[in-house]
């Protein structure tokens, strides 16, 4: 069959890397960069898409999935003035952003889990 193993949606192939960054020189686009994460999906780039929106500096954010058998997303990022903040830089805050976020998120899921079973506890010595 033509259906590609499993595994090689999320396993790098040996010598393959998991980011590139492909900063661009295209006149049609300035201040512009595209980041390419192989092995994830639209999860990983809408997620980042929208940190990116949240920017004031950052005047577009897309990404494609090129294909569905192809475990890939290409990610570009628009600035609008290189002075105040490059691709690279808006890509790296966002990033920081959503490290914090979820950080935030475990911690407060941790916390609703050990009260939660506390609970239990207490009903179960009733």
């Known amino acids: 069959m033509n259906e590609p193993k499993r595994a090689d949606s999320y396993r790098l192939s040996e010598g393959e890397k ?4 492909k900063d661009s020189a295209n006149e049609k686009m300035a201040n512009s960069g595209t980041l390419v994460i192989n092995k994830e999906d639209h999860t990983m780039g809408n997620l980042i898409r929208m940190q990116l929106l949240r920017d004031k500096q950052v005047k577009f954010a897309g990404y494609i999935h090129p294909h569905p ?12 003035d290189r002075a105040l903040s490059t691709p690279m830089q808006a890509l790296e805050n966002a990033l920081s952003d959503l490290n ?4 935030g998120l475990k911690a407060r899921f941790q916390q609703e889990v ?9 009903r179960e010595y009733r």
């Open 114 to 122: 050990r009260r939660v079973q506390a609970e239990q506890a207490d």
């Open 100 to 103: 914090q976020e979820f950080t």
């Open 18 to 21: 998991k980011c590139e960054w």
């Open 69 to 80: 058998l192809i475990h890939k997303i290409e990610l570009r990022v628009q600035t609008l």
